[in-house]
């Protein structure tokens, strides 16, 4: 029988990647059987055999023989003398089977059928990556960059699926062009107008997650536990690690040999400087850790209000909160806690670098005053708004505010 027109390019069909053969066989006979009630009203009384290796197609229709004069439904029975055209030996409540051929179908009713098959199958197709990729969720996924935009880059998986990274999940020193291949972690899987939207990225937590349990065999097996991970994409990351076994240091296990495990990350992750802690029950001890390479002398805890007073010397002041204040932001993410900074109450008599004011004073003045050797808080308060004046290419007015903001410091 010819299977012209729709079965000729089966193959395109069967090698759809994502659809298995029992839901393709499904498919293809949902169509077939589609035609045939399209022409004769009822599909209960025939058969369709669909091979998925070549694309044979076999319909058998079944009537049963009536005594001439009696059918009442020429698409379920067939008259004896009918039948006896094409079986001599049938008799009436025998069963008379025929062969359906595709050509009797007529070629505008093929053709829609193909069109059709085309449309269901493309649309399984996408069912199916949605699924695929919605139980993906939270895992990495690797791909070749094959277009740039300004809001977004567009990611092609090994089977050629498209993957969005926003630039808002990008980390900010990233910078892709056409083949470049890039790993992220699936974050977030929609359908939109029928088509799977699947958006990845480098900037959640779950990417660092992944990548540490990539990269540390004692994570991935379940020996170190991570509790908790805070980032602020390109800059730092906080990454509290628990073990239960005493034999394993989880932070020393997590960095490896002079760094050797965790560089790996720190490379994909654009430099970003990676802090990793012990995590603690003990608040207290916990903060310390969290607000880590600064050395804090005392801290004071309000449960209530989930706020955290930590002391220091004036020389750690500035490691606790950071470049750009990025340390004491995350510590406080870290541990759930609002954390303040003070320099100790009995230090009050110590002078204070001018560096430590760079959060409220800008570093343009701040160098201008170091340039006539002005380096400390007391050396600056010192001299008179009129010998400032002199001495530095500042207004009277800056001079005042930068005088107003060191003379606090000592209040």
Same mark, same amino acid.
């Given at each position: 029988?010819?299977?012209?027109?729709? /079965? =000729?390019?089966?193959?395109?069909?069967?090698?759809?990647?994502? /659809?298995? !053969?029992?839901? +393709?066989?499904?498919?293809? =006979?949902?169509?077939?059987?589609? +035609?045939? !009630?399209?022409? #004769? *009203?009822?599909?209960?009384?025939?058969?369709?055999?669909?091979?998925?290796?070549?694309?044979?197609?076999?319909?058998?229709?079944?009537?049963?023989?009536?005594?001439?004069?009696?059918?009442?439904?020429?698409?379920?029975?067939?008259?004896?003398?009918?039948?006896?055209?094409?079986?001599?030996?049938?008799?009436?409540?025998?069963?008379?089977?025929?062969?359906?051929? %595709?050509?009797? $179908?007529?070629? !505008?009713? /093929?053709?829609?059928?193909?069109?059709?098959?085309?449309?269901?199958?493309?649309?399984?197709?996408?069912?199916?990556?949605?699924?695929? #990729?919605?139980? @993906? &969720?939270?895992?990495? &996924?690797?791909?070749?960059?094959?277009?740039?935009?300004?809001? =977004?880059? %567009?990611?092609?998986?090994?089977?050629?699926?498209?993957?969005?990274?926003?630039?808002?999940?990008?980390?900010?020193?990233? #910078?892709?062009?056409?083949?470049?291949?890039?790993?992220?972690?699936?974050?977030?899987?929609?359908?939109?107008?029928?088509?799977?939207?699947?958006?990845?990225?480098?900037?959640?937590?779950?990417?660092?997650?992944?990548?540490?349990?990539?990269?540390?065999?004692?994570? $991935?097996?379940?020996?170190?536990?991570?509790?908790?991970?805070?980032?602020?994409?390109?800059?730092?990351?906080?990454?509290?690690?628990?073990?239960?076994?005493?034999?394993?240091?989880?932070?020393?296990?997590?960095? *490896?040999?002079?760094?050797?495990?965790?560089?790996?990350?720190?490379?994909?992750?654009?430099?970003?400087?990676?802090?990793?802690?012990?995590?603690?029950?003990?608040?207290?001890? #916990?903060?310390? @850790?969290?607000?880590?390479?600064?050395?804090?002398?005392?801290?004071?805890?309000?449960?209530?209000?989930?706020?955290a007073a930590v002391y220091l010397k004036p020389d750690q002041v500035s490691l606790a909160i950071g470049r750009g204040g990025h340390n004491i932001k995350l510590a406080g993410k870290l541990t759930g806690y609002e954390i303040d900074v003070y320099r100790e109450a009995d230090e009050q008599d110590e002078d204070v670098d001018i560096e430590e004011f760079s959060d409220e004073i800008e570093s343009w003045i701040i160098d201008e005053f170091k340039r006539i050797g002005l380096d400390t808080a007391k050396s600056v308060l010192a001299l008179t708004v009129n010998e400032l004046v002199k001495r530095t290419d500042l207004e009277e007015e800056t001079?005042?505010? &930068?005088?107003?903001?060191?003379?606090?410091?000592? =209040?």
């Amino acid at each position: 029988m010819s299977n012209i027109n729709l /079965i =000729e390019s089966f193959q395109e069909f069967k090698d759809f990647k994502n /659809i298995d !053969r029992p839901t +393709m066989m499904s498919v293809l =006979e949902d169509v077939f059987r589609s +035609m045939i !009630r399209k022409k #004769y *009203g009822n599909d209960e009384n025939c058969d369709v055999i669909v091979n998925t290796d070549n694309g044979d197609l076999e319909i058998w229709r079944t009537r049963v023989v009536m005594e001439d004069g009696f059918s009442e439904d020429d698409d379920l029975e067939i008259e004896l003398a009918e039948a006896h055209k094409y079986d001599p030996d049938l008799e009436v409540g025998d069963e008379y089977i025929e062969q359906i051929t %595709l050509e009797s $179908f007529g070629r !505008r009713a /093929i053709l829609a059928a193909r069109q059709t098959l085309v449309s269901k199958i493309l649309e399984l197709e996408k069912d199916e990556i949605f699924k695929k #990729y919605k139980d @993906r &969720v939270g895992e990495i &996924v690797s791909g070749e960059v094959y277009q740039v935009w300004k809001k =977004e880059t %567009l990611v092609l998986d090994d089977e050629g699926n498209e993957l969005l990274l926003p630039k808002s999940e990008q980390i900010p020193a990233d #910078y892709f062009k056409k083949g470049d291949s890039v790993k992220a972690v699936v974050s977030k899987v929609d359908m939109l107008n029928s088509n799977p939207k699947i958006i990845i990225s480098r900037t959640a937590p779950e990417f660092l997650q992944r990548l540490f349990e990539l990269e540390v065999p004692e994570i $991935f097996d379940g020996l170190i536990t991570i509790k908790k991970i805070v980032r602020e994409p390109g800059e730092r990351a906080k990454v509290a690690v628990e073990s239960y076994d005493d034999r394993i240091d989880p932070v020393g296990a997590c960095v *490896g040999m002079k760094g050797s495990r965790i560089h790996g990350i720190v490379r994909e992750l654009k430099n970003e400087n990676i802090d990793v802690i012990n995590y603690t029950n003990n608040l207290q001890l #916990y903060i310390q @850790r969290a607000l880590s390479p600064a050395k804090i002398t005392s801290i004071k805890l309000d449960d209530e209000k989930k706020t955290a007073a930590v002391y220091l010397k004036p020389d750690q002041v500035s490691l606790a909160i950071g470049r750009g204040g990025h340390n004491i932001k995350l510590a406080g993410k870290l541990t759930g806690y609002e954390i303040d900074v003070y320099r100790e109450a009995d230090e009050q008599d110590e002078d204070v670098d001018i560096e430590e004011f760079s959060d409220e004073i800008e570093s343009w003045i701040i160098d201008e005053f170091k340039r006539i050797g002005l380096d400390t808080a007391k050396s600056v308060l010192a001299l008179t708004v009129n010998e400032l004046v002199k001495r530095t290419d500042l207004e009277e007015e800056t001079v005042k505010d &930068v005088l107003s903001i060191l003379q606090a410091e000592f =209040e």
